[in-house]
C-alpha cells in the first residue's frame, strides 16, 4: 500500500484499494461527510479541490456514491465510495463542505432517486416537473430505444433486397 493509501485509510477509517492509479476508501454511509471533511482538512491527502460526485446503480443491492477529491498540492486525486441500500437511498449531503456539490447532488437525486440528507434545495434541475421518474435506474426502461431509428435507409428493414429482414433488437426490459 502507498503511503496516500495509508494515510487515506488512517483519515477516512475506511477499506482502502488502490486499482489503475485511483486510489478508493470505502466508507460507512454514517461516516460520509466526516470522511470526506478528513480527506479535505489533512494537509498529507489536501483533498481541497471537489471534482466530482457520481452514483452508480448496482441492481439489485443499491446504490454507490462516489466522490473525487483533487489534490491541487500533489496533483493527484482520491475517490471515496459509500454504499446505500434501494429501499434507503439517502447518503449525507456534502454541500456545507463544498458549495460545488449542490448540483451534482441534485443531478443524483433527480436522474437515481438517492436523497442528499440536509441539501439546502434540491428542486428539479433537468426534468420537467411531470417528467420520467428517475430515467438513469437501471430498472427504468427506455421505450425510445424500442422504436425504430427513422433514418433507416438499410433495405434489409424494409424487406427489399433479395433477402429475408433482420430481426429487430429489443433492450431488456423493453415491450414487444
Not at 470526506?36 to 452508480?56: C, K, N, Q
Amino acid at each position: 500500500m502507498s503511503g496516500q493509501a495509508e494515510r487515506l485509510a488512517q483519515v477516512t477509517g475506511g477499506v482502502v484499494t488502490t486499482s489503475y492509479d485511483v486510489t478508493t476508501a470505502d466508507v460507512p454511509r454514517e461516516r460520509w461527510a466526516t470522511a470526506v471533511a478528513g480527506v479535505r482538512d489533512d494537509p498529507e491527502l489536501d483533498g481541497s479541490f471537489f471534482d466530482l460526485l457520481a452514483v452508480v446503480d448496482e441492481l439489485p443491492r443499491g446504490f454507490d456514491v462516489v466522490v473525487r477529491l483533487w489534490s491541487v498540492s500533489a496533483r493527484t486525486a482520491v475517490h471515496l465510495r459509500t454504499s446505500c441500500p434501494r429501499n434507503d437511498a439517502v447518503v449525507p449531503s456534502l454541500v456545507d463542505l463544498f458549495a460545488g456539490a449542490r448540483w451534482h447532488e441534485r443531478q443524483a437525486a433527480e436522474m437515481f432517486g438517492v436523497a442528499f440528507e440536509g441539501h439546502p434545495a434540491p428542486p428539479p434541475l433537468l426534468l420537467p416537473e411531470a417528467g420520467v421518474v428517475h430515467p438513469l435506474r437501471k430498472e427504468h426502461v427506455l421505450v425510445a430505444r424500442d422504436a425504430p431509428w427513422p433514418g433507416a435507409a438499410d433495405p434489409a428493414y424494409s424487406g427489399e433486397g433479395g433477402r429475408p429482414p433482420r430481426r429487430p433488437l429489443r433492450p431488456p426490459g423493453a415491450p414487444s
